[in-house]
């Protein structure tokens, strides 16, 4: 992990990149908001600009010379929760919508509270690249649940840890035949992140742990606000 550069917690990239988070998804809601005629060209616009994140980075980081098989393919959980957010883009799955919002949704948040950039920070196109990356993982879930009005199922938290859990197991095997470490299965990340405790592989039973709370905990807030949501609805109706 020669290339990985992490950022420090308050340190004047950490607040730029929170900035980042926070105008990213204000313009995505006043678009979606204030143009509902647009809002399946902005959703094609976003899905666009994923495709063509995802082919002109590999290039740039072999221009670079940093492209390698072990740390460059899309297969952390992040980079799963941006395919997963660019196929909503074109049509919507409930399930997939779930997963987003209960468990990527929460992965890209850690990733800007303790930011690791896997290709370094020594272009500012990787450190744009990294940032907006995730922020889109954020903002489209929240998108389509505050402006599309998109409700989560009961017990949605479950359907969506077993499918983080079969992107484990899958990814888990790539990393045994390619030598990798993606998701952190074999090596735990060099952040210093409260919620990884221990070395491999007991961390990773805390990742299990600390995941499924997140999950749920998201679970139990969405369901709430969207029984809010229906309520008010009915009240005006």
Known sequence: MEHHATVAFFSTRWFEGMLSLVVFIAVIFYIGKKYPQHRQTLKKAIGIALILRELLLHPYLNHLGIWNIQESLPLH????SRFVTLVLM???????????????????????LTPEMPH????????????????VIIAMPLYFFFIEKRDIRKNSWLNAFLLGNLFLIIVGTINHFIGSNYIYLCQKPLVDNPLIIGEWPY?????QVFGLIHIYLLYLLFRYLQKKRKKKTA???
Do not use: P
Not at 98 to 111: C, R
């Open 77 to 80: 959980m992040c980079a799963i």
């Open 90 to 112: 074109f049509g919507f799955n409930q399930l997939l919508y779930e997963f987003l919002i209960l468990l990527g949704m929460a992965g890209a948040f850690q990733s800007f």
């Open 120 to 135: 370094g920070d020594s272009s500012i196109l990787l450190i744009v690249e990294y940032y907006l990356g995730h922020a």
């Open 203 to 207: 961390y990773l039973i805390g990742i």
């Open 235 to 237: 009240a005006i109706a």
